[in-house]
């Protein structure tokens, strides 16, 4: 497991007034970028779900657990606006919570943004994910499956 240091550790799990936020640093590469110098658009699918895991695991859960249970959560929807360029070699955060959560999906919001002291929001997202069965993918209650876990994201989730 990584250490984290005080500042990011502040960045990890914040409380706001309507919602916990997981942070997490979105490690970026060359092979990220495109003909442009910026961050291939397609890669940020991939820090939604850096997000999702951190606030996750940040929740006490495991998704591997989900599925060697038997489960799966696929993404139902998924929505992105982009709003500023990154570029190689900047400092990217993607901060996720919980949108909504009911007993047949889960929505996370999620910004994605960069900086440490002048932060700029780079994009703003959701994903909306359904738990199935493994076996048949039917959807099942996320509630009556994972009730602990359930429970917990109606904790933390925006007011």
């Not at 500042?7 to 799990?13: C, F, P, S, V």
């Amino acid at each position: 497991m990584r250490k984290y240091n005080r500042a990011e550790k502040q960045l990890r799990l914040e409380r706001t007034d309507t919602k916990y936020i997981a942070t997490a640093e979105i490690q970026l590469t060359y092979a990220d970028t495109d003909m442009m110098g910026i961050i291939y658009h397609g890669n940020y699918v991939k820090f939604l779900e850096l997000g999702r895991s951190a606030l996750i695991a940040e929740a006490g859960f495991n998704y591997l657990e989900m599925e060697q249970l038997g489960y799966y959560a696929p993404v139902y929807n998924l929505e992105i606006t982009y709003k500023k360029p990154i570029r190689f070699g900047e400092r990217v955060f993607v901060k996720t919570w919980i949108e909504e959560n009911k007993r047949s999906r889960t929505v996370y919001g999620f910004e994605i943004v960069k900086g440490i002291e002048n932060v700029e929001t780079c994009a703003i997202g959701t994903t909306t994910h359904i738990v199935v069965h493994g076996k048949n993918f039917r959807p099942v209650p996320f509630n009556k499956a994972f009730p602990e876990w359930f429970q917990k994201y109606e904790e933390i989730k925006k007011r």
